[in-house]
């Protein structure tokens, strides 16, 4: 973390093995930005689980129901797509369906770089501490990397909110 990063673009997510912290990039999508903090915020987040988590690829939250189709009551987002950011390690995405404008809450981290997904997903923060927590979550089997007994998000709130 340094000292010109914006708490307010600050997430702090606790997981199983512990803290994780998300540096939002409301720079190239203040759409995503907003929603993730709002939701934070709300505690929308707490006790999800990692829903679905593939080796080599990536872990996906974000869905209260733990299906992989659920959401929030709000509505779905416009695509924030861009082609200066990357799919790298750590690299927070927002998940969608086929429908580019349908990003709602759900979320995605990077384990590895994924060139395939730049300019297809939107970019919405990036990890800047703890993803040696997030390289722990329980992986799901198969192709669909679904998993059974997930780990869940313990808790995800804004920085500027804590000790508030």
Same mark, same amino acid.
């Given at each position: 973390?340094?000292?010109?990063?914006?708490?307010?673009?600050?997430?702090?997510?606790?997981?199983?093995?512990?803290?994780?912290?998300?540096?939002?990039?409301?720079?190239?999508?203040?759409?995503?930005?907003?929603?993730?903090?709002?939701?934070?915020?709300?505690?929308?987040?707490?006790?999800?689980?990692?829903?679905?988590?593939?080796?080599?690829?990536?872990?996906?939250?974000? #869905?209260?129901?733990?299906?992989?189709?659920?959401?929030?009551d709000l509505p779905?987002?416009?695509?924030?797509?861009?082609? #200066?950011?990357k799919f790298l390690?750590?690299?927070?995405?927002?998940?969608?369906?086929?429908?580019?404008?349908?990003?709602?809450?759900?979320?995605?981290?990077?384990?590895?770089?994924?060139?395939?997904?730049?300019?297809?997903?939107?970019?919405?923060?990036?990890?800047?501490e703890g993803m040696?927590?997030? #390289?722990?979550?329980?992986?799901?089997?198969?192709?669909?990397?679904?998993?059974?007994?997930?780990?869940?998000?313990?808790?995800?709130?804004?920085?500027?909110?804590?000790?508030?």
């Amino acid at each position: 973390m340094t000292a010109d990063t914006d708490k307010n673009d600050l997430i702090y997510m606790d997981v199983p093995e512990g803290r994780v912290v998300i540096r939002l990039r409301p720079d190239i999508a203040p759409l995503a930005a907003e929603r993730i903090r709002t939701l934070s915020a709300q505690g929308f987040y707490d006790n999800v689980p990692f829903h679905r988590v593939i080796s080599g690829f990536m872990a996906q939250a974000g #869905d209260p129901t733990g299906t992989g189709t659920g959401g929030s009551d709000l509505p779905d987002l416009k695509a924030e797509f861009t082609r #200066d950011a990357k799919f790298l390690r750590g690299t927070l995405g927002m998940a969608r369906t086929s429908d580019p404008n349908s990003a709602n809450s759900q979320f995605f981290i990077m384990f590895e770089p994924s060139p395939h997904l730049d300019g297809q997903y939107t970019i919405v923060g990036d990890v800047i501490e703890g993803m040696e927590h997030i #390289d722990k979550i329980k992986r799901g089997a198969g192709g669909s990397g679904m998993v059974k007994d997930p780990d869940r998000i313990k808790s995800m709130r804004p920085a500027s909110a804590e000790n508030a």
